[in-house]
C-alpha cells in the first residue's frame, strides 16, 4: 500500500508565499513523476506543475515563474510566491509509483487548502 499526504496549505495575503510539501511512503519501489494539480470551487481540477524522475519540470502557464517544484526521492515540494487571489484551491499531490510487486499506478493525496485572501 502506498501513502501519499501534503502539507504546508494555509491563508495567505496576495502577494505573500507558501511551501507545499508531498510525501509518499510504504510499497515503493520506485517513484517516476510526480506533481501537483488544484482546483478551485465550480472548476475543474488544474494540473500546476510535474517533475520526473529525471527532475525535468513543466509548469501551467498561470504559475511560470512564481511556482517552484522539486523534489527530494519521494517528496515533492511546491514553493508558491507572489501569490494571487486566483491561486485559491485546493491543491492535490500525485505520484506516479511502481511498487514492489511490479505494479504501477498512480496515487493521490487527500489534498490542502491554499486561501489567498486579504
Known amino acids: 500500500q502506498v501513502h501519499v499526504v501534503e502539507s504546508g496549505g494555509g491563508l495567505v495575503q496576495p502577494g505573500g508565499s507558501l511551501r507545499l510539501s508531498c510525501a509518499a511512503s510504504g510499497n515503493i519501489l520506485s517513484t517516476n513523476a510526480m506533481a501537483w494539480y488544484r482546483q478551485a470551487p465550480g472548476k475543474q481540477r488544474e494540473l500546476v506543475a510535474i517533475?520526473?524522475?529525471?527532475?525535468l519540470t513543466n509548469y501551467a502557464d498561470s504559475v511560470k515563474g512564481r511556482f517552484t517544484i522539486s523534489r527530494d526521492k519521494n517528496t515533492v515540494f511546491l514553493q508558491m510566491n507572489s501569490l494571487k487571489p486566483e491561486d485559491t484551491a485546493v491543491y492535490y499531490c500525485t505520484a506516479d509509483v511502481l511498487g514492489r510487486l511490479g505494479l504501477r499506478n498512480d496515487y493521490w493525496g487527500q489534498g490542502t487548502q491554499v486561501t489567498v485572501s486579504s
Open positions: 517533475t520526473t524522475s529525471g527532475c
